[in-house]
């Protein structure tokens, strides 16, 4: 009975706070079974009773879906109303007006719109083959991936990449991701037929994030990279290594890319401008090894570009004038500044707290008699991301990125409302 409620609330909670939208697929009976390591009864229990409870519900031969039929509209009201009042988000990765000129970014924009002749046409499915060259060179500085234009993917955000990705290395049975926080991930490669794993290193894919393994910011040694690259070859499997952060590892000295160090034989790049622009630019890219550039390129009709054109014009221009890397450098002192002022401002107000910097986030335990639940933060205008709570010290990961460096000290204020 203990599984089966904590599945249900798990998913409750995720479902709840937003972080599973309405119309997102979870996790097919068999996949949950495996990921949280419980009988397939047990899961199909919590799911009926959450179908019962209005939160999820179920497509034939499909599976379950998140709904907010559940949600009347008085409901509505009231959680637009609450939503309207977080002053303060501890949790997004969003972005604030001093992190990026957008005078700038607005003047690539409509540089692009003059190439009018250019705009008239459809994309390259592949991505503009001139920002496609701009990223060879940008990747070979930043991170040493070597790689010609035609093994570079241009699509808009990660996911539709994934989405190319899995239907190019559909011969493939089993993926392992790090953790089953990585639900999208999950959910997609679930979608196509996939049997997913966790921290699986004999999958036939292996999805890493070799920048930012933990809460923490915690890198992966390059001992263990050699190892990961090493095992990889020997049994032919792929490494698909989302290098989500590395940007940002202000506390870490520079570590080679798993794709670097391994040639790019097998192992799959993936970059995005999310994090160094802003979240509403949504351009990534993947590297694909030589096998699967040329399967792509034998496919490449069953593909649509999903990323803007004039944006990508755009990006080519940023990156060849050399924006990205000034952009990249100011990105750095802004956020370490004022996650320097977050913890000071922590460990002032909340002696009690126990914090660390991770990257741009602060890493907070406190000892407190706390529900696993945001409500009693988004109550007092705060809204923060719980990362544990074992029923006496509860874990929270907190971001400044989207709050104004001067309003650092009465975000905390209010934190401490809440934790007190």
Request: net charge neutral.
């Amino acid at each position: 009975m203990k599984k089966y409620t904590e599945l249900y609330n798990y998913y409750k909670e995720l479902i709840i706070t937003r972080q599973l939208k309405s119309g997102e697929k979870l996790p097919s009976v068999r996949n949950a079974a495996e990921l949280h390591g419980i009988s397939k009864t047990t899961v199909q229990n919590a799911y009926f009773d959450l179908q019962a409870d209005g939160y999820i519900i179920s497509s034939p031969k499909s599976g379950y879906y998140v709904t907010d039929i559940n949600i009347s509209e008085k409901e509505k009201t009231e959680q637009s109303g609450e939503e309207e009042k977080i002053v303060y988000n501890f949790r997004s990765g969003e972005a604030d007006e001093e992190s990026f000129d957008l005078l700038l970014w607005r003047r690539y924009i409509k540089s692009a719109f003059r190439q009018k002749e250019r705009l008239l046409s459809y994309g390259d499915v592949q991505g503009e083959y001139d920002l496609r060259e701009a990223l060879s060179d940008y990747i070979r500085e930043k991170r040493n991936v070597i790689s010609s234009p035609d093994r570079i993917v241009v699509g808009a955000g990660v996911q539709p990449l994934l989405s190319i990705l899995c239907a190019l290395i559909k011969d493939k049975k089993t993926v392992s991701f790090p953790g089953k926080s990585f639900s999208q991930g999950i959910a997609l490669f679930s979608d196509y037929g996939f049997d997913v794993h966790i921290k699986d290193k004999n999958a036939d894919i292996v999805y890493v994030c070799p920048s930012h393994m933990t809460s923490y910011g915690d890198v992966m040694p390059i001992k263990r990279r050699i190892e990961l690259i090493a095992h990889s070859k020997s049994i032919n499997s792929i490494i698909i290594e989302d290098d989500f952060d590395s940007d940002f590892a202000y506390s870490k000295k520079p570590t080679p890319s798993l794709f670097a160090l391994s040639g790019g034989g097998n192992v799959v790049y993936m970059g995005s401008f999310s994090n160094v622009l802003i979240p509403g630019i949504r351009l990534s890219f993947m590297v694909l090894t030589n096998e699967l550039a040329e399967l792509f390129k034998k496919n490449k009709y069953k593909f649509a570009q999903t990323a803007s054109k004039t944006e990508q014009i755009a990006l080519c221009n940023y990156i060849r004038d050399g924006h990205i890397m000034s952009q990249t450098r100011k990105l750095r002192r802004h956020y370490t500044a004022k996650t320097k002022l977050l913890l000071n401002e922590l460990k002032y107000e909340i002696e009690t707290a126990e914090a660390v910097i991770s990257d741009n986030s602060v890493v907070v335990k406190l000892k407190a008699p706390f529900n696993k639940s945001t409500d009693v933060f988004r109550k007092n205008g705060t809204d923060v991301y719980i990362e544990d709570y074992d029923g006496e010290e509860i874990k929270l990961v907190l971001s400044p990125s989207s709050i104004p460096t001067d309003e650092i000290h009465n975000a905390v204020l209010k934190l401490k409302e809440c934790i007190m």
